[in-house]
């Protein structure tokens, strides 16, 4: 069974930095495309970054040069070191999981196969 637990989300001072982290477990992690989403409330769930299994990454204009995505194949593990936040970085950060690579062209949350529950990221003005 697939599972996809998040971790280090907070409150930050804008300006400030997070590093979310995101754990999986009950699949081959190298072989699949990883992602990062993001909702604020009532607003849609939105994409932020991915990385394929090679590697290649692709953002989100809004997140471009502050966030950085990676992963840690060794250690199951999804990384986004998010930079220069500002208050509309406010939102639950969802991990996000596509096994054939196609989440890696276009970050589309109808691509993706498993979240993971979630982690709240507030970013104070």
């Known amino acids: 069974q697939v599972h996809l637990v998040e971790s280090g989300g907070g409150s930050v001072q804008a300006g400030g930095s997070l590093r979310l982290s995101c754990r999986g477990s009950?699949?081959?992690?190298?072989?699949?495309?990883m992602g990062w989403f993001r909702q604020a409330p009532g607003q849609e769930r939105e994409g932020v970054a991915v990385i394929g299994h090679d590697g290649n990454t692709n953002y989100a204009d809004s997140v471009k040069g502050r966030f950085t995505i990676s992963r840690d194949n060794a250690k199951n593990t999804l990384y986004l070191q998010m930079n220069s936040l500002v208050h509309d970085d406010t939102a639950m950060y969802y991990c996000a999981a596509e096994e054939n690579g196609v989440l890696a062209a276009a970050i589309d949350s109808g691509f993706v196969e498993y979240w993971g529950p979630g982690t709240q990221v507030t970013v104070s003005s």
């Open positions: 009950g699949f081959t992690f190298r072989y699949y495309c």
